[in-house]
Nanobody, 126 residues
Framework: QVQLVESGGTLVQAGDSLRLSCAAS????????MGWFRQAPGKEREFVGA????????DYADSVKGRFTTSRDNAKNTVYLQMNSLKPDDTAVYYC???????????????????WGQGTQVTVSS
């Protein structure tokens, strides 16, 4: 079992950068593939980025590709989402999620994940 806590969300201006963190408790963090999702008011939760257990494979939604990067530090039980060139459309609650697997794969659909954090609010003003 793993528990996830996101942090780093805040109010920023368009064009700014921000780094979100997701800290995991419990053992065997390096056995989990991780994902980032976001949910804006009135919209469904959508995929943002994903990283496999080793950090060697990543994938991103087209809307953030080239601007967002996810990475992980298994020694610190933490996964990160570096967000650059932020836009007002990036405003949302950002969630990290975990899936117990050591497959050489990443997962872009929320139904694959069975552990979720509580979310952190990111607001981008124009």
């Amino acid at each position: 079992q793993v528990q996830l806590v996101e942090s780093g969300g805040t109010l920023v201006q368009a064009g700014d950068s921000l780094r979100l963190s997701c800290a995991a408790s419990g053992r065997a963090f390096n056995s989990y593939a991780m994902g980032w999702f976001r949910q804006a008011p009135g919209k469904e939760r959508e995929f943002v980025g994903a990283i496999n257990w080793s950090g060697g494979i990543t994938d991103y939604a087209d809307s953030v590709k080239g601007r967002f990067t996810t990475s992980r530090d298994n020694a610190k039980n933490t996964v990160y989402l570096q967000m650059n060139s932020l836009k007002p459309d990036d405003t949302a609650v950002y969630y990290c999620a975990a899936k117990l697997t050591r497959a050489m794969s990443v997962y872009t659909r929320r139904e694959f994940y069975n552990h979720w954090g509580q979310g952190t609010q990111v607001t981008v003003s124009s």
